[in-house]
């Protein structure tokens, strides 16, 4: 008779041990594998943070020196203030990515506010928003303002932060790129209400009340421009007024914004915003931009806000440790454990040992037959602990994504209102944000799908529990069967009289 | 098998004292002997060292001829003796079919009739059976060995006069029809009235 035959045997029949010490070896196996994939998840968590956090940094105007700054009487409606220093160019952005490895691309912005017309010369229809709060209606009494769309002059539409937020989905065309001169991208939803599509022309001039101001002819400013895209929001967003919403934007180039706004034509980008290429290198690449000679801290701020980005990080470092930690402490005390039930198993079986050592079974094979029986409840129970630890694994990896979220809301929120009180836009590209230029640009709710916490059980990490188990089981096994290696013939005569 | 002889033979626990001293003896197939004696006066230990469960302080155990302690004494346990003992010691996972298997290719059914248990019985759990069933599960277990040594200590004490008598019948088959040699430790005389050989051991010598 085979061992085989006796493990199954010694299985099947003495159902209560078995099923107690499969349990036993699937609650530490499912505690193991789901401590595993949920500290893989805080990895990715962190990284997720720092993408969603930390993977940008941006540069605007230094604007603080007052001798830089200039002012002219627009006629009676009062002064018009601007800045005279080194304009924000598609230059100095360019010679930053020449110099400076890890950047992945940027995108320079300048808003600016404009009427849109068909081909026509038709003024859009605009999307109502329900975010009106009277402001609408004070300012509707100035002429035209209520026709104007927030229009935002960009160099790649595809490294705008509400694009590399989430916040907008380009769903047909293409982005609006640096080589583009007369591009333009609009919503989804203004274009079915204008019964526009990709292709179709647009008619963009300066507001005739904004024109009445600085003294510009507004058909002078008139400028025909092509659809090349359709942008959809994927989340609410509210703006201050109901014209400016996101809705009804246009993502467009500088030379159009140029075009439409012939009474300041010098002024350059408002604030570029870079993407490195690896979040956690970000303060070496701000460091090396801040020090190219290039980049003069009297005319440009460059920075980053690593804050949020650490408070964060350091919950989610925290967590990763006490998980490790509890990986070690659930496999030393699984093993004690096992190790414990199975020298108990094997002391009680040394008689049933000693009858099969007088029937001239050799002690290897006995062992043999201990170790088969266990290990056979072991692939069962690690299997089937790929699935409860996937499960344990899925609860405490939402609740990790929503405590995830929330500090990265809240992380943002805070700043986003600093920001707001100091009157730069904000460089954040989840939670409540503000993104783009000025304090009119749309506000978007925070969004859940951003940082997508996928705990999974990883091939690898179960093939390292077999592996791992198996050892710890042979290990325990050929320990607490140490009595049986080394009872003598002797001792099992007296076993058995 | 032609014999097991015991040459000059003395063991001793504690190397001061000597439980068995100077035992010479030949033990033949076909023969079945009793070994008689006080408790605690060497028997389970002459038993032991006869089915290689240690070896003799001083000389030796020769079968056909040949040092058991040269053959090997796990080899002489797997080839040539199998024990039975006065608690049985089945595998109880097992059931008498299977335990009877557990060294033996040959079919166990019919081994098991011939000690006297129906084919229901055989598939039982052994802890269902009595303690008359259970010792002819033993001594089936040990008759389908190759063995050509059976070596029983006290196989009967546990069991009432008729069953034990039943038990030494069988005994007594396995040496005269199944050309075995028995060799049975026990207290009791009506045993060892059956035996063709019997031994008396006291103070480590063993006489006929
Ligand atoms: N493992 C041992 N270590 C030391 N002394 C032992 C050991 N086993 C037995 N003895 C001693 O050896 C002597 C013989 O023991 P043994 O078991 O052979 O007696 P026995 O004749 O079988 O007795 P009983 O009829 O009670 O079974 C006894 O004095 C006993 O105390
Ligand atoms: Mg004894």
Known sequence: MSLFYRALAYITRKRGRSILLFLLLLVIATLVLSGVAIKDATQTAQLNVRQALGGVFTMEQNTSDSSKWESKEVGSYGTQSWYTGEPLSEEVADTIMEKVNGIRGYNATATNYVVAADSEGNTLDLLESDSDDGMNGLLGSYGDFNSTVATYASTDTAFDSYFTGGYLELVEGRHVTAEDENAVMISKELAELNGLSVGDKLLLHMSEFKASMVGVNPEETRMEVEIVGLFHATTKSSATLSNWSMDNSLYTTMNVVRYVRPDTPDEGYEKIHFYVDDPAELDRIVEQVKALPDIDPTDFIVQCDSNNVDSVMKHLMNMNRLVSVLIVLVLFVGAVILYLILSGRIKERVHESGILLSLGFSKKNIICQYLTEILVIAVLAFSLSIFTSGAVANTIGNQLQDYTMDNISAGTSVDASAENGSGTPGANVDGATIVGSGDFAPEFEGQGSLTKIEVTIQPLVILILYGAGIVIICFSVVIAAMPVLRMKPREILAQMS | ?208
């Open chain 2, 1 to 208: 098998m032609n014999r097991l002889e015991i040459c000059k033979m003395s063991y001793s626990y504690d190397n001061k004292r000597y439980v068995l001293k100077n035992v010479d003896s030949q033990l033949e197939a076909g023969k079945m002997y009793a070994i008689l004696g006080p408790s605690g006066c060497g028997k389970t230990t002459l038993l032991s060292l006869l089915g290689g469960l240690d070896s003799p302080t001083e000389g030796q155990i020769l079968y056909n001829g040949q040092d058991i302690g040269k053959l090997g004494l796990a080899d002489h346990r797997r080839n040539h003796v199998a024990f039975v003992f006065q608690s049985y010691n089945l595998i109880d996972y097992l059931t008498p079919k299977e335990n009877v298997a557990l060294t033996s290719k040959l079919p166990p059914l019919p081994i098991l009739r011939r000690v006297g248990l129906n084919e229901e019985e055989s598939r039982r759990n052994v802890l269902k059976l009595s303690g008359g069933q259970q010792q002819r599960v033993a001594i089936a277990r040990a008759l389908a060995s190759d063995a050509d040594v059976i070596l029983a200590d006290e196989p009967t004490g546990n069991l009432d006069e008729d069953t034990a008598a039943e038990i030494t019948g069988i005994l007594k088959e396995c040496a005269h029809l199944m050309n075995k040699c028995v060799v049975i430790v026990t207290h009791s005389n009506d045993l060892a009235k059956q035996a063709d050989v019997v031994f008396r051991l006291k103070k480590g010598e063993l006489r006929e």
